[in-house]
């Protein structure tokens, strides 16, 4: 096997049974990087000097008998808007040209504490919105991986690095991840801190995860979720043994989301069903669920929500430099200036409705499920529609896609399983089962 | 006020409000935006959401 298609459980405990050095494995991914990046274009800033000396120290402490951590000397990469100390992070914006950061986020700070080495930065559209990063899918590079979290996806699904940090605002994660043909992970909010993240909603923003199976989604929640006093937004919900919660995997009882599957392509919503099918020929106790009212209502308020903070987010840089922002990004902060505070709040009351009602379905389902999106992978630049995400993110409800299979033009389709306030341990277990029985995606030919 | 008269309110406001701050031109490069955002602030005013319906600033309380 070669080493840069090795999961990061696989590598870590392959480096822990001291059958793998951390440096053949960084060398290896840097290979990878130098052969295919210029067509995929995934990474703002590869750290070849910092990796190649993280890699050397964890191979000396593992010969010493020395770990840090569950994922010590298995690299990561992190999208350009995690701060990153010593490192250029510049949110894919010409504002921010130049800006070293001096101490890492912590989700981060708490990879690297496991032992986990940063690779490097992955490719964001600006400032986590929708003016495109360059990045394109190892599926299909005349295709969008998806956005913001752009180089984050490709990287992972191009098997230049196990395990990417990206973010949700609106759709940011676990879109893209699905259009690579990953597995990904918005986790409840609150779950794993935002300081250290640029903001872009501070109310709607979510550190995300990506991989190629949900035990690495698992292991990397277990690693970053949990309290951070330095972050308002952070919960002090306990952290569960998330990998431990795969190992007792039954058919979920699944409430399946009909709206979805009508908003979405005949190709995609037929694969859907046909998806639906298998899990239930396995044992999944499938009904139809059905949203409660405050759904008509959620994009309105989830897009008055994100402008208003986004403005307000903004406001000091923008008044100095709103010529340099690409146009998305400035008109968004522009509207964001001039909503009335009232449809603010008004907005916030009808977030908190949503989640409200959607409480007795999350009870009486382990999951709900949808298709991850309505369409694969568009062709062109823009980074698709991030609608079948929304309403997880503005409810701050934890989602996950996990690859299902081949749209016609073989690209990536995903399925879209969501469960309630923390809750994230039977949400991967539901997902590990779904995994099982639909199997592991294959691999971009690049 | 029925939706379509709000949100055509909220636009005409949303225009002169962009005009004001960014200037004429500005507004007028934003006009598909402001549709947009009119949109949205009707969907929003127009909504039902219960009179006990308090805003969540951030996530519910740990459980």
Not at chain 1, 82 to 88: C, D, E, I, N, V
Not at chain 1, 172 to 186: D, F, Q
């Amino acid at each position: 096997m070669s080493l840069h298609t090795l999961d990061a459980i696989d590598a870590a405990r392959a480096i822990r049974e001291k059958v793998l050095s951390p440096v053949d494995l960084v060398e290896a991914l840097l290979e990878r990087i130098e052969r295919i990046d210029d067509r995929v274009q995934a990474w703002v800033l590869v750290d070849h000097d910092g990796a190649r000396r993280a890699a050397r120290q964890a191979a000396d402490e593992a010969a010493r008998g020395t770990f840090r951590g569950p994922l010590h000397g298995v690299p990561f990469g992190a999208k350009d808007i995690f701060y990153s100390a010593g490192l250029r992070t510049e949110a894919g914006s010409k504002t921010m040209v130049g800006f070293v950061p001096d101490h890492d986020a912590t989700s981060v700070a708490r990879l690297k504490a496991a032992g986990a080495i940063l690779l490097g930065k992955l490719h964001t559209t600006e400032f986590a919105t929708s003016d495109p990063a360059p990045t394109r899918n190892p599926w299909n590079v005349a295709c969008t991986p998806g956005g913001s979290s752009s180089g984050s996806a490709a990287a992972v699904a191009a098997r230049m690095v196990p395990l990417a940090l990206g973010t949700q605002t609106i759709g940011s994660n676990v879109r893209p991840a699905s259009y690579c043909g990953l597995v990904g992970l918005k986790p409840t909010f609150g779950r794993i801190s935002t300081r250290g993240v640029m903001p872009l909603s501070y109310s709607q923003d979510h550190v995300g995860l990506m991989a190629r199976s949900v035990e690495d989604i698992a292991l990397g929640l277990s690693i970053t979720a949990g309290h951070d006093p330095e972050d308002a937004s952070s919960s002090r919900a306990p952290v569960p043994d998330y990998l431990a919660a795969l190992t007792s995997r039954r058919a979920p009882r699944v409430g399946l989301l009909r709206e979805f599957f009508e908003r979405a392509t005949p190709e995609v919503a037929d694969a859907t069903a046909q998806v639906v099918n298998r899990l239930a020929r396995a044992g999944a106790d499938i009904e139809e669920a059905k949203l409660p009212p405050t759904f008509r209502a959620v994009a309105a308020a989830a897009y008055v929500i994100m402008r208003s903070e986004t403005a307000s987010v903004h406001a000091e840089r923008f008044a100095l430099k709103a010529d340099l922002y690409r146009p998305a990004i400035r008109s968004s902060i522009e509207m964001g200036m001039l909503i009335p505070g009232d449809l603010y709040v008004r907005a916030l009351r009808i977030r908190r409705q949503f989640r409200r009602e959607m409480s007795p379905l999350l009870e009486r389902y382990d999951v709900l499920l949808t298709p991850t999106t309505p369409t694969p992978a568009p062709e062109g630049m823009a980074t698709g529609d991030a609608s079948f995400q929304l309403p997880w993110s503005i409810s701050g409800l934890p989602s996950i896609t996990v690859p299902c299979g081949l749209a016609t033009s073989g690209l990536p389709l995903g399925l879209q399983l969501v469960s309630g306030a923390f809750t994230e341990a039977p949400l991967l277990s539901a997902a590990a089962w779904c995994e099982d029985v639909l199997g592991r995606a294959s691999a971009p030919s690049l | 006020m029925d939706p379509e008269g709000l949100r055509a309110e909220y636009s005409a406001w949303l225009r002169v409000a962009a005009e004001r701050r960014f200037g004429a031109a500005r507004a007028q490069e934003l006009a598909r935006t402001i549709e947009d955002v009119a949109g949205w602030m009707t969907d929003v005013a127009t909504f039902p959401v219960g009179d006990d319906e308090q805003p969540a600033f951030y996530g519910e309380p740990a459980p």
